[in-house]
């Protein structure tokens, strides 16, 4: 039975906590025991040091009297010997026979006998030669043993109560994590039962990898919650708006089926077309529109933004003058490059100008700027029609929304919808302002990283 995920977290925390203690216990041993040998090999060097000089100053008369008065009283751990060829001690304090070779030693531990206490304990010492006979200086190690044993018990009970300590943090731990993941899930079921109200609680303000992980969930969240409050409207919205034309295309088709007249026929059919169009084309942006809400970034491509405003305005330059308007083109900005889905972002712009063209005939003049302004990039088109009040502006930008001036006008109240969508894929946004009189609608993108402002 595999384990869940809190446990294996415990466990994780059990083994970690177990392993660095180890590590920490194996370093403090490992560091004592160097320090305490380290030490007695600078006493031992010192000691014979002391010894050889009395030896080259005396002879060895003088340094057998010293080595009988160099030992303290009460320190039996400390060796100092005169010992022949064999290995067997001439004078001083050391087993009557050494088992070691007898031939100049550094530093070495080693057991010097085996008998009685010196085959119980290590013993680091040092060979000199003096004359025909040798210098032994050394310490048995059974203090220094002694304080590691004591050393290893300590570090044996530091690592049961770390072990301890172990199981009660990872319990804690996979309680927390435990907590942490049930309230995710919480709202994750909820959602999956209709609920998307419901969001996740946030503890450290975004500061450790579960608040990240709730507040992109609580971010998808209201971005499902906004897309099916949209669904909703869009629906009732198209089922609504979708009523009278196609009430009107019942009533005539019915008449141009009953029409004696063929040349009324022939009217009714041409009208009974032109509604079956305005049908396709609400039906048509709702697809456009899903489709913008869908494109990823990868579908983008570095634009010269600058060209392709010339090349949109050498395509209405044309109409907006067959029109009876004055197209004016405005370019306040160097040359500038912007990642952007090109089709899309030509799409929102001529929507924009088509705007401009069916509602401000009556004002004979219609700009459209790009600028740079207040760390954004500004894409405008300006009209003096009779424009959008302050208060209407809202209903413009919302899908199906027709103000009372433009319903006896063909259209699908779609068009705007789309222009904010295509402005929000690129991480911008559509605003409406007033031109006195007219209308000024900007789709304005953030200005690109890295690059010198003009």
Known sequence: ????????????????????????????????????????RREMIEQ???????????????????????????????????????????????????IVPVRPTRFHVARLAEEGRWRQHD???LLHPVGSHWLLVGRTLDVIEAEQRAIERALALAVALSLMLGIGGGLVLARYVGARLDRIAGVIEAAGQGDLSRRVEMVTGAADGFDRLSLRLNFMLD??????????????????????PLARLRTKAEQAVLAPDPQAREALLGGLLAETDLVMRMLSMVIEISRAESVTRDRFSDVDLVALIEEI????????????LAFAVIVDVLPLTLRLHRDLMTQAITNLIDNALKHAASGGAVTLRLADADDVVMIAVEDRGAGIAAADRPAALRRFGRLDAARTKPGAGLGMALIDTVAHLHGGRLELADNAPGLIA????????????P
Do not use: C
């Not at 499902?224 to 869009?234: K, P, S």
């Not at 993108?445 to 010198?452: A, C, I, K, M, S």
């Open 223 to 244: 971005k499902i919650e906004r897309l099916m409050t949209e669904l909703r409207v869009v629906t009732d919205s198209l089922a609504h708006d979708l009523r009278s």
């Open 442 to 453: 900007r789709i304005l993108l953030p200005f690109p990283q890295g690059v010198n402002r």
């Open 123 to 125: 013993t680091g010492f």
């Open 313 to 324: 305005a050498d395509l209405y330059g044309p109409v907006a003058e067959e029109a009876g």
């Open 48 to 98: 014979a040091d002391a010894l050889l000089s009395i030896w080259r100053a005396g002879g060895e008369a003088q340094l057998a009297a010293a080595v009988r008065d160099a030992r303290p009283p009460g320190d039996v751990s400390l060796i100092i010997a005169v010992v022949d060829g064999e290995g067997h001690r001439l004078a001083g304090y050391a087993p009557d026979r050494i």
């Open 1 to 40: 039975m595999r384990l869940p995920v809190t446990g294996r977290i415990a466990l994780l925390a059990i083994a970690l906590a177990l392993i660095s203690n180890f590590v920490l216990v194996g370093f403090v041993w490992k560091q004592t025991h160097d320090d305490a040998i380290a030490s007695t």
